[in-house]
Nanobody
Framework: QVQLVESGGGLVQAGGSLRLSCAAS????????MGWYRQAPGKQRELVAT???????SYASSVKGRFTISRDDAKNTVYLEMNSLKPEDTAVYYC?????????????WGQGTQVTVSS
């Protein structure tokens, strides 16, 4: 079992920046990858960014060029650097790690951290 704890959320004005952190209780290198998702009120949870163990990244089109996902394996921590924030980025952000076994894909989730961007 892996515990994921997010931090770094808060209130920021449009155009500002925040850095989210996700600390894992175990080695993140043992999984296939990690990612960040977000869920705004009344909307479904959506993928924001992923980073595979091999170093490949992918981003939602709405955040590409503004957000950067990175990892520090020595600290078992994944980061999401968010720049040029917009009010529509307001959501609860969730950290995720995933892997595959004989049953298929499995996921672990953090508790979420609130990001609010004021206009």
């Amino acid at each position: 079992q892996v515990q994921l704890v997010e931090s770094g959320g808060g209130l920021v004005q449009a155009g500002g920046s925040l850095r989210l952190s996700c600390a894992a209780s175990g080695s993140i290198s043992s999984f296939n990858g990690m990612g960040w998702y977000r869920q705004a009120p009344g909307k479904q949870r959506e993928l924001v960014a992923t980073l595979t163990t091999g170093g490949s990244t992918s981003y939602a089109s709405s955040v590409k060029g503004r957000f950067t996902i990175s990892r520090d394996d020595a600290k078992n921590t994944v980061y999401l650097e968010m720049n040029s924030l917009k009010p529509e980025d307001t959501a609860v952000y969730y950290c995720n790690t995933y892997g595959y076994n004989y049953r298929g894909r499995f996921d672990y989730w953090g508790q979420g951290t609130q990001v609010t961007v004021s206009s």
